[in-house]
C-alpha cells in the first residue's frame, strides 16, 4: 500500500514582532496507517486568526504555545476519507483544531461532525464556527439588548463583522471601525451597520463623539489601543465593555501602556468583562442552533477572504497583521 503523504505548516523560531515567512517552513510528513478506534480526515479548508501570534511566543499564556519544529494547530474543516470507528463514516463532514495540515488521524472525541447541507463548509470556521460563537458569546456576556448603542472596533474582521449583524438583530444601533473605505462600505452595505468609519482618518475619539455624540452604551473591542481609549471617554455610566481581543499589541515586543484615561471605570461605573470563547463550548448548540437559523434564513452573512493552497497558509496569517482580510480569513486547501 502506497504511503499516504501530508503537508504540514511548523514553527521553524519564534517571532520578533510582525511574523515574517522565514519562521515557519513547509513540511511533508508520511502518515502511520489507520489505527482501529481512528478516524482519517482530509482538510478542505483551515483557519488563520490573530491570536495564534500569542502561542507563538514562548511562556504560559491561556492556551499553550505552539512547539518549535511541530506542526501548528488551529480550526479546520474537513471530510472524513477512512473510518474505524461507529461515530463517523466517509464522507461525513467534520470541525477540528488540526489545521496547518492536509491530512490527519483523529479520536471521536476531537472531532465534531457538522451538516454538509450548509454551504460553503467553511461557514464552520466564520459566522458558524468558533469566531461566530466568539461574537454571540461576547453580546451575551454584557447582556446587549435591544436600544443599546454598540461600539465595535475591528468591526470588518471576523468576529467584529458577526458581531455588528447579531447586535443589528437584537435591535441595537451599531457602530464600526475599520480600516480602509472598502471595509467602511462592507459594514454599511452588506452586514448593515448604522454607522462605519474609517479610523486611519482621523482620530478614532473624534470620529466616535461625531456618530453618537451622545454617548455608547457597549463597546466591543476586538483592538485595543487608541480604540479602546476613545471607548472609554465616550461610554455613558454603566457602560460595559468587552474585552474580546487586542491586535494593535499583538506584535509589540514590549507591552505598551495602558489607557491614560483608565479612571473613567471609577466615575461612570463601568464594567469590563474578558473571554475566552473555550469557556464557554458547553453552549455551542445553543450558539449552533441560533445563529445557525440567521445564517439559513439569509439574515446574517458569512464574509471571507480565500487563499488557495496550504503553501499560502503563512501569507494568509501575516496578512491578518496588514489588515488585509474583510470578514474570516481562510484557506481552501483542496
Not at 513540511?27 to 496507517?33: F, G, K
Amino acid at each position: 500500500m502506497t504511503p499516504m503523504i501530508s503537508r504540514e505548516i511548523r514553527l521553524a523560531s519564534r517571532p520578533k514582532g510582525i511574523p515574517t515567512a522565514a519562521n515557519f517552513t513547509l513540511a511533508r510528513t508520511e502518515l502511520e496507517p489507520l489505527q482501529d478506534q481512528e478516524v482519517l480526515v482530509r482538510n478542505l479548508f483551515m483557519s488563520v486568526d490573530p491570536y495564534m501570534r500569542g502561542r507563538m511566543n514562548e511562556g504560559k499564556s491561556y492556551v499553550p504555545p505552539f512547539e518549535l519544529d511541530k506542526p501548528l494547530d488551529g480550526g479546520a474543516v474537513g471530510e472524513v476519507i477512512e473510518s474505524r470507528v461507529r461515530e463517523f463514516k466517509p464522507g461525513d463532514a467534520v470541525t477540528s483544531n488540526f489545521g496547518w495540515r492536509e491530512y490527519f488521524m483523529a479520536s471521536p472525541k476531537e472531532l465534531h461532525p457538522v451538516s454538509r447541507e450548509v454551504q460553503p463548509l467553511s461557514v464552520y470556521l466564520g459566522a458558524l464556527g468558533m469566531t461566530g460563537m466568539t461574537a454571540w458569546v461576547g453580546l451575551n456576556l454584557v447582556e446587549v439588548k435591544a436600544g443599546d448603542v454598540v461600539f465595535i472596533s475591528g468591526a470588518a474582521g471576523a468576529v467584529g463583522s458577526v458581531a455588528g449583524q447579531l447586535a443589528k438583530l437584537r435591535g441595537c444601533r451599531v457602530i464600526g471601525s475599520a480600516g480602509s473605505m472598502e471595509k467602511v462600505m462592507f459594514l454599511r452595505e452588506e452586514c448593515g451597520f448604522d454607522v462605519a468609519f474609517d479610523y486611519k482618518v482621523g482620530p478614532v475619539l473624534e470620529q466616535l463623539n461625531l456618530e453618537a455624540p451622545d454617548g455608547i452604551d457597549v463597546y466591543f473591542d476586538n483592538v485595543g489601543g487608541e480604540a479602546l481609549e476613545a471607548a472609554l471617554s465616550a461610554l455613558r455610566v454603566h457602560g460595559r465593555i468587552i474585552a474580546c481581543g487586542g491586535i494593535s499589541g499583538y506584535n509589540e515586543e514590549k507591552p505598551r501602556p495602558g489607557p491614560s484615561n483608565l479612571f473613567n471605570m471609577i466615575t461612570k461605573r463601568l464594567t469590563m468583562k474578558g473571554l475566552i470563547v473555550r469557556d464557554w463550548l458547553d453552549r455551542q448548540g445553543e450558539f449552533e442552533t441560533e445563529v445557525g437559523g440567521y445564517f439559513r434564513a439569509g439574515k446574517l452573512k458569512n464574509k471571507e477572504t480565500v487563499v488557495e493552497g496550504i503553501g499560502q497558509a503563512v501569507g494568509a496569517f501575516i496578512g491578518l497583521f496588514e489588515g488585509k482580510n474583510v470578514g474570516k480569513m481562510v484557506v481552501k486547501l483542496s
